[in-house]
């Protein structure tokens, strides 16, 4: 152990997760079906989609769907707890499932099975003394939205987002005072069916239904904090983007045009319109090449402009290196995007570059652009864990990743940036978003289950447990 200068005084320790990728219990409390319930586990996970025929449906003769049963958070939510209090959390991220407010999504009234259920874990956290930091969508949204109206691109959405935020926010005032809107927002951009709720055949068909969507989730993000600024006048309400910041492969000003391009729509076009409330200049150019024409109805320029987010909560797991023209070979794996191999980072076993000097970058831009408090929502390593003989999982691996990326957030403050937290992702093993595995392990409380369905769901502390928790009882100082 190393020890470094310490955080800053009620700094944000603890860790993240989502409803649909650990809770199981789909269809307990009357919860409805939603995107990532449909969506079976493995490889094709994602790429379903393009399949002629699919239809959003179950099928369990042909696939498996882990997160139908996820490591049964709905019914063990006590003990996960009680194990995140041992660390010391001050925070846990976690989402609302809209499904188990809203089954359906276009009901007049809310479920209440499903909101007495986030009563209960909200209850729970605050015994042991854990403020909740809660995603309202973390790509859970309801599947009728999505056969019956398109997803976001159905202006029809926003009325009934806005029931569903408008519940929930009155029902837990008391009891949540850290939220985010749309996690990873900008990942519509890649991959719209997750976070925008429907699918693209075509790459030239994209362009403008993606943008009218993003346009009514932007004024469903602004009714949001508009309605928790009202309901909840001591609470902070933060977008949550995907952040991977952009290098050009060389001097090449062909290649450094081209990362800044990327880096602009990809990482700043979302923060752009929901921080400074206003739709980029850059952005206006674009949409006249790819002839998108958003319809925008009147007052919801005043409405995004007025009712802009508290603070920006980020995920950051890679950096992304781009190069203008690149062949296969040159390719880099990454969560959704992907540019060319850096020659000067390692990877992850699932290919994704290790660069916790990116992190102090990232910190550094996003504050440089818009001068609010950031929050690291979600970082951390995807790894295979081995049981020892003995019961032991020795994740050192995980340990050195999380210290550096701990260290350069270290770095960001004293380079004068306004950080509130970190809450590192999947604190306890889960479900993958992209592939729909356990075996991708990131938690420090490693869970009994595999693959091929099996496994007692028992929790054990891996070594980054104990190590986490010396990190937040000295806050930050012994690395
Ligand atoms: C983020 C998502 O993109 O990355 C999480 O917000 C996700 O939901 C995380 O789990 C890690 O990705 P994966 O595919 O390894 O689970």
Redesign the pocket.
């Known amino acids: 152990t190393q020890t470094y200068m310490r955080f800053p005084e009620g700094f944000l320790w603890g860790g993240a997760t989502?409803a649909n990728?650990m809770e199981g219990g789909f269809h307990e409390g009357s919860k409805g079906l939603n995107i990532a319930d449909v969506l079976p586990g493995g490889k094709k996970r994602l790429t379903i989609l393009q399949e002629p025929g699919f239809n959003f449906e179950i099928d369990k003769d042909k696939y498996s769907y882990p997160n139908h049963e996820g490591i049964d958070f709905y019914n063990r939510y006590k003990e996960d707890i009680a194990l995140f209090a041992e660390m010391g959390f001050k925070v846990f991220r976690m989402s609302i499932a809209w499904t188990r407010i809203f089954p359906n999504g276009d009901e007049q009234e809310p479920n209440e099975f499903g909101l007495a259920f986030y009563d209960r874990v909200f209850d729970e956290l605050h015994n042991h003394g854990i403020e909740p930091v809660v995603t309202i969508s973390?790509?859970e949204m309801p599947v009728n939205l999505v056969k019956e109206y398109g997803g976001w691109r159905s202006r029809e959405v926003v009325t009934f987002f806005e029931r569903y935020v408008n519940a929930i926010f009155n029902r837990y005032k008391n009891k949540v005072k850290y939220w985010m809107t749309f996690?990873?927002i900008n990942?519509g951009l890649i991959m719209p069916i997750m976070g925008l709720g429907f699918s693209i055949q075509k790459e030239e068909d994209k362009y403008q239904p993606t943008f009218q969507a993003f346009h009514h989730q932007f004024v469903a993000s602004s009714i949001a904090v508009k309605a928790c600024h009202e309901i909840i006048p001591n609470a902070q309400i933060g977008c949550m983007i995907?952040y991977a910041p952009v290098y050009s492969y060389d001097s090449n000003p062909e290649n450094v045009m081209y990362a800044l391009q990327e880096e602009r729509l990809f990482n700043h076009f979302c923060a752009d319109v929901q921080v400074r409330g206003e739709y980029p200049a850059f952005i206006k150019r674009y949409f006249k090449e790819h002839n998108i024409k958003l319809d925008i109805q009147e007052g919801d320029l005043e409405l995004i402009k007025e009712h802009t987010v508290d603070y920006i909560g980020f995920?950051y797991?890679m950096s992304r290196t781009e190069k203008k023209e690149k062949t296969e070979l040159e390719k880099s794996q990454g969560?959704?995007m992907s540019g060319v191999k850096n020659p000067f980072l390692e990877a992850s076993d699932?290919g994704w570059e290790i660069d916790p000097i990116g992190l102090r970058i990232s910190l550094n831009k996003l504050y440089d652009r818009y001068q609010v408090p950031l929050f690291v929502v979600?970082n951390?390593l995807?790894a295979y864990d081995k049981v020892e003989e003995d019961g032991s999982i020795n994740d050192d691996y995980r340990i050195d990743y999380l210290r550096e990326h701990i260290k350069a957030m270290r770095e960001a403050i004293e380079d004068g940036v306004e950080l509130m937290g970190y809450t590192s992702?999947?604190c306890i093993d889960?479900?993958?978003?992209?592939?729909g595995e356990f075996s991708?392990r990131?938690g420090f409380i490693y869970v009994d289950k595999y693959d091929d369905g099996s496994g007692t769901l028992e929790r054990k502390r891996k070594k980054s447990f104990f190590w986490y928790k010396d990190v937040i009882s000295t806050n930050g100082e012994n690395l």
């Not at 889960?430 to 592939?435: E, K, N």
Request: hydrophobic share 30%; charged share 10%.
């Open positions: 989502a990728q973390h790509y996690n990873e990942s995907i995920s797991y969560n959704i699932w979600e951390g995807g992702w999947g889960l479900v993958s978003a992209s592939t991708k990131y």
